[in-house]
């Protein structure tokens, strides 16, 4: 048996942005690629915006915990459990900040039989015990073959 199985697969993602009195939503499909390693399930794609670079997004899904790592013009790493704060990092190329997640909902539903899942995920962002920024995240894939809702 490999060590690593890999199914292509179709990902719609949709988040939603609230800073300050501004709300914005970003939705995108795109093709990407589900990993299973031994225990541990990973979800990644590239994400092209309009006068950015390419951003490598990685979602990994764990027992209690999802985290999500995006290297791009930036680098940042994300731990998601719920009802807790957990540290993050955000790399930029004049240094490195220290934020806070607190998530306070998340759903997993990760079918590997029929290569399809989904992910809902709200959280709250802190810098220096301040929020800057309330995040909710619609993730779902399936295989490259099925429709996606």
């Known amino acids: 048996m490999p060590d690593t199985e890999r199914k292509i697969v179709m990902i719609r993602l949709k988040t ?3 800073q300050n009195d501004d709300t914005e939503t970003f939705e995108f499909n795109v093709g ?3 990993l299973i390693k031994q225990h541990a399930i990973f979800l990644r794609y590239t994400e ?11 979602f990994k899904f764990e027992k209690d915990t999802v985290r999500l790592h995006r290297v791009g013009d930036s680098t940042t790493k994300l731990t998601f459990a719920l009802a807790q ?11 490195q900040m220290q934020l806070m997640t607190d998530t ?3 759903t ?3 079918d590997l039989t029929q290569t399809q899942g989904t992910l809902a995920l709200s959280y ?6 301040t929020i800057v920024g309330e995040y909710d995240i619609q993730l779902q894939f399936a295989d490259k073959s099925s429709k996606l809702n």
Do not use: C, F, N, W
């Not at 704060?85 to 240094?95: E, K, M």
């Open 16 to 18: 939603t942005v609230k």
């Open 32 to 34: 990407g690629e589900l």
């Open 48 to 58: 092209i915006i309009a006068g950015q670079s390419p951003t490598q997004v990685l």
């Open 85 to 95: 704060r957990l540290p993050a990092y955000y790399q930029t190329p004049v240094g």
């Open 104 to 106: 306070k909902m998340m």
């Open 108 to 110: 997993v539903d990760v």
């Open 124 to 129: 709250q962002l802190y810098a220096h015990d």
